[in-house]
């Protein structure tokens, strides 16, 4: 079975993930209070035979965190510039914060803010002015702008270097500083264009952090990646985009869930001398809702294993199997050691989408 | 386009964007004061000491030259300094830096990030003529002065900046980064010999085919009128075809940068 690469959980961490299940369709029935509504919105450049962007719809619920998943020259980025003002669409309608991007870009401007993929500071001014020139452009007073930029700045880890100028700056620190400047006006919807590619993975972690308390404290945030472990740590709705076109929207959980027999639960137990364990496989393809039953043989022994793994692929969920799977084994007499539950990435998903590695 | 949404607050919010981000650019010319005025002040200064004062002195040049030559330095500086303060900075941010995107996301109409950059490089470019006033009495000892004609020279000089920033806002919206060089060399140097500055337009009646390329650099009309108004007994083109030529090159001007501005910013 060509799944490309494997993500294992523990047992405890599929549990997390049962708290941010949004229904794709729970955001269409409050499109009126939607932080994000893209209604068939269209672009075509100019002297380009195919649409950029290609009739995609979909909503943003408030204090969601959406992303936007897919390769390189999929449209994330054109469909984040109409959003955001900068890209005018060719067709169809949008809406930041109730307001048509297209028929008011002014106002909408008000209620968005954007972290681009490339630091886009002002290199003339120190950091702590890029904060409250910032402020100053949206309408926020200047000692309510100094304190803000003072709390942002501690919070980003950049309190002692608010005086300096971004050229001096790292990718990481620009990321941030990005991110402190966008919530210098308290936008109602946060836009992030690849946040954490080309940083190292300290940088990405801290980024992670503070994305994750935005939306703790209720910021809606759209992101786009082609890192589908951002999309899966961060996300709680992805869009997979590709050719412009969105080709499947839910929860991470839930798209993974859409790949038929892709959920996996690996056993390990005590052998028995001589059994290369062939009862027990045909045991356990007895299951309900097992499709397929492998040994997993270590090459580090040689064949001669004193504990055997077990593989099973699941139609449905894999965490429903561990019971009667735990059962079987105590009829059998036989030591249940260890579990493993395998989730399909959301890589598979695009895999199976698109019949394309997602780089 | 946006403008025409905005409502009675949104003007208010327009206004204060706008200002904020005249403020940042006011801001950082006063930090970087030293280097605003090398650039603004060195080139003219020069000119004016080598034909003004060297020239003169070592008795290359007739009597009187120095006061035919300044006004002609006012009108290159104005165009000139707007040029440069509009044409650099927004090449760079527009395709290097992408620092205007911050200005660009600011709740004001994309048409009103052009008209501050027009407006503070226009200013900029009459703050600079203006310290070449003092500059020419120090260098010269003494310069043109003809109270009757300040109307005129005002004039002269709001116009030559405008025309200055239109041509840097159309030059800075056409041109890559990749071609900064190249097209300012080929821009900058003809139009600082063929805009009159250093001889009256009237007087190349011997070199015809030079008279009717400099009456193709719209800086002519500034040199020109500026003339008109410190010293009017050297023979000049008519103030008011002057006005007329220069209000009509701003406008194209402008109509080209806006444009070019507008593809820019929004795709």
Same mark, same amino acid.
């Given at each position: 079975?060509?799944?490309?690469?494997?993500?294992?959980?523990?047992?405890?961490?599929?549990?997390?993930?049962?708290?941010?299940?949004?229904?794709?369709?729970?955001?269409?029935?409050?499109?009126?209070?939607?932080?994000?509504?893209?209604?068939?919105?269209?672009?075509?450049?100019?002297?380009?035979?195919?649409?950029?962007?290609?009739?995609?719809?979909?909503?943003?619920?408030?204090?969601?965190?959406?992303?936007? +998943?897919?390769?390189?020259?999929?449209?994330?980025?054109?469909?984040?510039?109409?959003?955001?003002?900068?890209?005018?669409?060719?067709?169809?309608?949008?809406?930041?914060?109730?307001?048509?991007?297209?028929?008011?870009?002014?106002?909408?401007?008000?209620?968005?803010?954007?972290?681009?993929?490339?630091?886009?500071?002002?290199?003339?001014?120190?950091?702590?002015?890029?904060?409250?020139?910032?402020?100053?452009?949206?309408?926020?007073?200047?000692?309510?702008?100094?304190?803000?930029?003072?709390?942002?700045?501690?919070?980003?880890?950049?309190?002692?270097?608010?005086?300096?100028?971004?050229?001096?700056?790292?990718?990481?620190?620009?990321?941030?500083?990005?991110?402190?400047?966008?919530?210098?006006?308290?936008?109602?919807?946060?836009?992030?264009?690849?946040?954490?590619?080309?940083?190292?993975?300290?940088?990405?972690?801290?980024?992670?952090?503070?994305?994750?308390? +935005?939306?703790?404290?209720?910021?809606?945030?759209?992101?786009?990646?082609?890192?589908?472990?951002?999309?899966?740590?961060?996300?709680?709705?992805?869009?997979?985009?590709?050719?412009?076109?969105?080709?499947?929207?839910?929860?991470?959980?839930?798209?993974?869930?859409?790949?038929?027999?892709?959920?996996?639960?690996?056993?390990?137990?005590?052998?028995?001398?001589?059994?290369?364990?062939?009862?027990?496989?045909?045991?356990?393809?007895?299951?309900?809702?097992?499709?397929?039953?492998?040994?997993?043989?270590?090459?580090?022994?040689?064949?001669?294993?004193?504990?055997?793994?077990?593989?099973?692929?699941?139609?449905?969920?894999?965490?429903?199997?561990?019971?009667?799977?735990?059962?079987?084994?105590?009829?059998?007499?036989?030591?249940?050691?260890?579990?493993?539950?395998?989730?399909?990435?959301?890589?598979?998903?695009?895999?199976?989408?698109?019949?394309?590695?997602?780089? | 386009?946006?403008?025409?949404?905005?409502?009675?607050?949104?003007?208010?919010?327009?206004?204060?964007?706008?200002?904020?981000?005249?403020?940042?650019?006011?801001?950082?010319?006063?930090?970087?004061?030293?280097?605003?005025?090398?650039?603004?002040?060195?080139?003219?200064?020069?000119?004016?000491?080598?034909?003004?004062?060297?020239?003169?002195?070592?008795?290359?040049?007739?009597?009187?030259?120095?006061?035919?030559?300044?006004?002609?330095?006012?009108?290159?500086?104005?165009?000139?300094?707007?040029?440069?303060?509009?044409?650099?900075?927004?090449?760079?941010?527009?395709?290097?830096?992408?620092?205007?995107?911050?200005?660009?996301?600011?709740?004001?109409?994309?048409?009103?990030?052009?008209?501050?950059?027009?407006?503070?490089?226009?200013?900029?470019?009459?703050?600079?003529?203006?310290?070449?006033?003092?500059?020419?009495?120090?260098?010269?000892?003494?310069?043109?002065?003809?109270?009757?004609?300040?109307?005129?020279?005002?004039?002269?000089?709001?116009?030559?900046?405008?025309?200055?920033?239109?041509?840097?806002?159309?030059?800075?919206?056409?041109?890559?980064?990749?071609?900064?060089?190249?097209?300012?060399?080929?821009?900058?140097?003809?139009?600082?010999?063929?805009?009159?500055?250093?001889?009256?337009?009237?007087?190349?009646?011997?070199?015809?085919?030079?008279?009717?390329?400099?009456?193709?650099?719209?800086?002519?009309?500034?040199?020109?009128?500026?003339?008109?108004?410190?010293?009017?007994?050297?023979?000049?083109?008519?103030?008011?075809?002057?006005?007329?030529?220069?209000?009509?090159?701003?406008?194209?001007?402008?109509?080209?940068?806006?444009?070019?501005?507008?593809?820019?910013?929004?795709?």
């Amino acid at each position: 079975m060509p799944l490309g690469r494997w993500h294992a959980y523990g047992l405890t961490s599929s549990a997390v993930s049962a708290g941010s299940v949004t229904e794709a369709g729970a955001g269409a029935s409050t499109m009126s209070a939607a932080a994000v509504v893209v209604d068939a919105l269209v672009k075509r450049y100019p002297k380009s035979p195919v649409n950029a962007v290609d009739g995609i719809s979909f909503t943003v619920a408030p204090g969601e965190v959406f992303g936007l +998943l897919g390769p390189n020259g999929a449209g994330k980025t054109t469909t984040v510039g109409m959003l955001t003002t900068r890209v005018r669409p060719t067709s169809g309608r949008a809406t930041v914060g109730g307001i048509d991007v297209a028929a008011d870009p002014v106002h909408a401007r008000g209620r968005l803010a954007v972290v681009p993929q490339r630091s886009n500071l002002d290199r003339s001014i120190s950091i702590r002015r890029n904060l409250t020139f910032h402020a100053a452009y949206h309408g926020v007073p200047g000692a309510e702008a100094k304190a803000r930029a003072d709390e942002l700045l501690e919070q980003f880890g950049l309190r002692e270097r608010g005086d300096v100028k971004p050229d001096m700056f790292s990718g990481g620190q620009a990321q941030r500083v990005m991110i402190a400047r966008a919530l210098m006006h308290q936008p109602q919807v946060l836009f992030l264009d690849e946040p954490t590619t080309g940083l190292d993975p300290a940088a990405r972690l801290f980024v992670w952090d503070r994305l994750r308390e +935005l939306r703790d404290r209720g910021v809606t945030l759209i992101l786009t990646t082609h890192d589908m472990q951002e999309a899966a740590t961060l996300a709680d709705r992805v869009g997979i985009m590709d050719h412009g076109k969105l080709l499947s929207l839910g929860t991470p959980e839930a798209l993974m869930r859409s790949l038929p027999g892709s959920s996996t639960l690996e056993l390990t137990t005590d052998a028995r001398d001589g059994d290369a364990g062939e009862p027990l496989l045909a045991e356990l393809s007895a299951l309900p809702d097992v499709e397929r039953v492998e040994l997993i043989h270590d090459p580090a022994t040689g064949g001669q294993e004193s504990t055997l793994r077990v593989r099973l692929y699941v139609a449905g969920e894999a965490p429903q199997l561990v019971a009667p799977a735990a059962a079987l084994l105590a009829r059998r007499g036989q030591a249940l050691s260890g579990v493993e539950l395998g989730e399909p990435t959301l890589e598979d998903v695009f895999i199976h989408l698109t019949g394309r590695t997602l780089r | 386009m946006s403008a025409a949404a905005a409502s009675a607050p949104g003007r208010a919010s327009q206004s204060r964007a706008f200002r904020a981000v005249l403020a940042r650019d006011v801001f950082v010319t006063w930090s970087e004061l030293p280097v605003f005025l090398a650039q603004v002040i060195l080139q003219p200064l020069f000119l004016l000491l080598v034909f003004g004062k060297v020239l003169a002195s070592l008795g290359y040049t007739q009597h009187g030259y120095a006061h035919l030559l300044f006004p002609g330095l006012l009108a290159l500086t104005a165009v000139i300094t707007g040029m440069q303060t509009l044409a650099f900075p927004l090449v760079i941010e527009f395709g290097w830096t992408k620092e205007i995107e911050d200005r660009l996301l600011a709740p004001m109409a994309t048409g009103l990030v052009a008209a501050e950059k027009i407006l503070f490089a226009s200013v900029r470019a009459m703050i600079a003529a203006a310290i070449m006033i003092p500059v020419g009495v120090l260098v010269l000892g003494s310069v043109p002065w003809r109270w009757s004609g300040v109307p005129l020279l005002v004039l002269a000089l709001i116009l030559g900046s405008l025309l200055g920033s239109a041509l840097g806002l159309a030059l800075g919206t056409l041109v890559t980064p990749a071609r900064i060089n190249i097209v300012f060399s080929l821009v900058f140097t003809p139009l600082l010999f063929t805009g009159c500055s250093q001889y009256p337009w009237p007087s190349l009646s011997r070199l015809p085919w030079f008279k009717v390329v400099t009456a193709c650099n719209p800086m002519t009309y500034v040199s020109e009128s500026m003339r008109a108004a410190l010293v009017p007994n050297v023979p000049h083109i008519a103030p008011w075809v002057c006005v007329v030529v220069l209000i009509g090159s701003i406008g194209a001007l402008m109509a080209i940068g806006l444009r070019g501005f507008y593809r820019r910013a929004i795709d």
